[in-house]
């Protein structure tokens, strides 16, 4: 499933005339791959050993240009660095207070919001963001010991 949207990916951003880099070729396979919803930073990291010539700022540019394009996400919450999320179908978070790891929770009957606010409100609504702090399994599993 990961190969396919990545290959998915690869071919959106063809179309679009963005040459595909190594850099950007892993920065993207990077994403697609995370289970996690890592920062810029967070994929510097990983990425350095393999493209010790590579910057942040590369890692930031092409973010942009993903966001752009529409393949990824960017989640901020106020506190903290940005994080990328490849999975840009309607979903929420569920996020730990303590960690702050972040995991991808569906539930289809939130979008009944958007119909219910335009009701009341008025609104043209657009879009909606919902955000459940909480306590991970982990971190839970920490403190018992």
Do not use: W
């Amino acid at each position: 499933m990961e190969n396919q949207r990545l290959q998915e990916a690869l071919h959106s951003l063809k179309n679009t005339k963005v040459r595909m880099t190594p850099q950007r070729h892993a920065i993207l396979e990077f994403l697609f791959s995370a289970r996690t919803h890592p920062t810029a930073d967070d994929i510097y990291k990983a990425l350095e050993g393999k493209f010790p010539n590579m910057s942040v700022a590369t890692v930031y540019n092409n973010l942009r240009v993903f966001k752009e394009v529409g393949l990824v996400r960017e989640l901020t919450y106020g506190d903290s660095s940005s994080r990328f999320d490849s999975n840009t179908s309607d979903h929420y978070h569920v996020i730990c207070d303590e960690c702050g790891k972040i995991v991808d929770f569906h539930y289809p009957g939130l979008d009944e919001v958007e119909t219910l606010a335009e009701h009341v409100t008025g609104f043209n609504v657009f879009n909606h963001r919902m955000e459940i702090y909480g306590t991970c399994t982990d971190c839970q599993n920490n403190k018992k010991h």
